[in-house]
């Protein structure tokens, strides 16, 4: 299973998600629909500025006529709960105070992770590497989309991903 990881700073878009294409159906299920017209199916894990959860997918609109309508179902904990009064470092100070330590890292699992990196940067530092760059505010360097483009055709999630229309009951 291909995965792909786009990261940047200062990209059209502030957001942090894992968003899962799901493979083009080999066969539609609707008559006359053909397969490479559908739109593509999705499962995507918000994490970041705002927590929420998306199915995003194809139904057959009510009626005799074969027409689909893209939905989403979503959840949202904003929806769902009170936002957290907490700010700034008031967690962090919250947890120092009552002794929980699952948001530090200890010297061990420090050690590791510098014995990780280390040798990247040591290696970055001897080769002076070309990295791709680009304009601020756009979606990322030209060369991530050729990279994705040139395995099967793939295309990046675009950032600004429209949300499906909702539909009310009288469509």
């Known amino acids: 299973m291909p995965f792909y990881l786009r990261t940047g700073k200062h990209l059209s878009a502030r957001q942090t998600e894992i968003a899962n294409r799901f493979r083009d159906a080999p066969f539609t299920a609707f008559q006359n629909t053909r397969v490479n017209a559908m739109p593509t199916n999705w499962l995507v894990l918000r994490i970041a500025p705002v927590e929420s959860i998306s199915l995003e997918f194809e ?3 009510p009626g005799p006529e074969v027409e689909l309508a893209a939905v989403e179902l979503e959840f949202g904990y904003d929806d769902w709960f009170a936002a957290s009064s907490a700010v700034g470092y008031e967690t962090l100070f919250y947890d120092v105070m009552t002794g929980d330590l699952s948001l530090f890292m200890r010297a061990d ?3 590791q992770a510098w014995r ?3 040798p990247v940067q040591d290696a970055w530092a001897a080769e002076k590497p070309a990295f791709p760059d680009y304009a ?3 979606a990322g360097p030209k060369a991530a989309a050729h990279l994705i483009r040139k395995h099967g055709g793939r295309r990046w999630r675009s950032l600004d ?3 499906p229309r909702k539909e009310t009951k009288n469509g």
């Open 136 to 138: 601020s505010g756009s």
């Open 59 to 61: 139904v057959k609109r």
């Open 161 to 163: 991903a429209p949300k």
């Open 116 to 118: 990780v990196v280390q």
């Open 109 to 111: 699992m420090v050690d």
